[in-house]
């Protein structure tokens, strides 16, 4: 299935079927950590540019083409 | 007494209250630019600002794993918010339209949990000057979601009062372009706004390079003011943070203390009458 990625198209080796959720954790974003809880999965997901909570995730399935991003906190002025 | 400004103190204290909330501090500070996430930190802590302003950006989990690391930015920019209490302030940077600064800006509240937004929707890239018909969409459509908008805007009388209409919580003209440094470029206009918008919370947002300016534009009756580069890319951030922390509050001070009004002629402070060789004439002494 292909789907793109923060603006980068990728072929993941999956049939339809795919979660939201299965896909954060292949690519490593659910297994953030830090020692500060509060700052701990400090991410925002949106799908074809629709936000999609987190108690939304396993809910969520993708289909070919579909967009991700997925954003996070930076400084800025 | 006659001054330049008719500021009467409030009996109360000099709170800077926003959207019904209370700002601790009239220097706001942004987090981009530092040579790394410890003097970043010891610059908020210098400041003790009222806002920080952050952004948003796709990034990959190894870049979000550094980021909330021990040692990185915004773990310790956490750290700061909690010890001194400053509010964070999400920004739009970047956004080119209204659909971008409105999707960017409902991100924003989910990730940072706040519905302050800073609204930026750049217009030339050169001179990142703010789309003044763009930000007045966006800023339409963010008020009916129910943040509080706080503008980027030029200096512009009618625009800032269309987005006081809108119901925008303050507005924030530019002093100059975005990191020049140049300071209040446009010192009439932007007392033009004090004087025709007396009860809005103005801030001059960018532009600023030295604490002297910030003081000016506190003196002008500006309600704050938000600079990042020329306290980011100085030497030694903390102090020009603490420095730029000094200016803001002696602004302050000065402007409700009331400036006098400049005057062409001198005018001696020293009272000539009593003088032992008053209106003595010739052969001076």
């Given at each position: 299935?292909?789907?793109?990625?923060?603006?980068?198209?990728?072929?993941?080796?999956?049939?339809?079927?795919?979660?939201?959720?299965?896909?954060?954790?292949?690519?490593?974003?659910?297994?953030?950590?830090?020692?500060?809880?509060?700052?701990?999965?400090?991410?925002?997901?949106?799908?074809?540019?629709?936000?999609?909570?987190?108690?939304?995730?396993?809910?969520?399935?993708?289909?070919?083409?579909?967009?991700?991003?997925?954003?996070?906190?930076?400084?800025?002025? | 007494?006659?001054?330049?400004?008719?500021?009467?103190?409030?009996?109360?204290?000099?709170?800077?209250?926003?959207?019904?909330?209370?700002i601790g501090s009239r220097l706001w500070l942004g987090s981009s630019l530092y040579p790394s996430p410890q003097v970043m930190g010891d610059a908020v802590a210098a400041a003790t600002p009222g806002f920080v302003t952050v952004s948003?950006?796709?990034?990959?989990?190894?870049?979000?794993?550094?980021?909330?690391?021990?040692?990185?930015?915004?773990?310790?920019?956490?750290?700061?918010?909690?010890?001194?209490?400053?509010?964070?302030?999400?920004?739009?940077?970047?956004?080119?339209?209204?659909?971008?600064?409105?999707?960017?800006?409902?991100?924003?509240?989910?990730?940072?949990?706040?519905?302050?937004?800073?609204?930026?929707?750049?217009?030339?890239?050169?001179?990142?000057?703010?789309?003044?018909?763009?930000?007045?969409?966006?800023?339409?459509?963010?008020?009916?979601?129910?943040?509080?908008?706080?503008?980027?805007?030029?200096?512009?009388?009618?625009?800032?009062?269309?987005?006081?209409?809108?119901?925008?919580?303050?507005?924030?003209?530019?002093?100059?372009?975005?990191?020049?440094?140049?300071?209040?470029?446009?010192?009439?206009?932007?007392?033009?706004?004090?004087?025709?918008?007396?009860?809005?919370?103005?801030?001059?947002?960018?532009?600023?390079?030295?604490?002297?300016?910030?003081?000016?534009?506190?003196?002008?009756?500006?309600?704050?003011?938000?600079?990042?580069?020329?306290?980011?890319?100085?030497?030694?951030?903390?102090?020009?943070?603490?420095?730029?922390?000094?200016?803001?509050?002696?602004?302050?001070?000065?402007?409700?203390?009331?400036?006098?009004?400049?005057?062409?002629?001198?005018?001696?402070?020293?009272?000539?009458?009593?003088?032992?060789?008053?209106?003595?004439?010739?052969?001076?002494?």
């Open positions: 299935m292909r789907l793109i990625i923060n603006g980068e198209s990728c072929d993941l080796p999956v049939s339809a079927g795919l979660s939201l959720y299965q896909l954060l954790q292949q690519l490593g974003y659910l297994q953030i950590r830090s020692e500060d809880a509060a700052v701990s999965g400090n991410f925002i997901v949106a799908v074809n540019q629709q936000i999609v909570s987190a108690a939304l995730y396993a809910g969520t399935y993708l289909n070919e083409d579909d967009c991700i991003d997925i954003l996070g906190a930076i400084t800025g002025g | 007494m006659n001054t330049e400004n008719n500021a009467a103190p409030d009996a109360g204290g000099d709170v800077l209250q926003i959207a019904g909330e209370t948003l950006r796709r990034q990959s989990a190894a870049q979000l794993q550094e980021q909330v690391s021990e040692h990185g930015h915004w773990h310790l920019l956490h750290q700061q918010l909690a010890s001194t209490g400053a509010k964070l302030l999400p920004n739009t940077a970047g956004c080119h339209s209204a659909r971008e600064a409105i999707l960017l800006a409902q991100m924003a509240r989910e990730l940072f949990a706040t519905d302050w937004i800073k609204l930026e929707v750049i217009g030339d890239d050169y001179s990142l000057q703010p789309h003044p018909l763009q930000l007045v969409e966006a800023a339409r459509e963010l008020v009916a979601q129910g943040f509080k908008v706080l503008p980027y805007c030029t200096d512009d009388l009618v625009l800032c009062q269309t987005l006081l209409e809108l119901g925008c919580a303050a507005v924030m003209p530019w002093g100059a372009p975005i990191g020049t440094g140049k300071g209040l470029m446009n010192p009439y206009q932007l007392k033009t706004l004090r004087e025709r918008l007396p009860q809005a919370v103005l801030v001059v947002d960018a532009g600023l390079g030295k604490p002297s300016q910030a003081m000016a534009a506190l003196e002008m009756g500006f309600d704050a003011v938000l600079l990042n580069t020329a306290v980011a890319r100085a030497h030694d951030p903390a102090a020009m943070a603490g420095a730029f922390k000094q200016a803001v509050d002696g602004g302050r001070a000065a402007y409700r203390a009331g400036l006098m009004c400049e005057r062409d002629q001198a005018s001696p402070s020293t009272p000539t009458l009593g003088l032992p060789f008053w209106h003595q004439t010739g052969g001076g002494v």
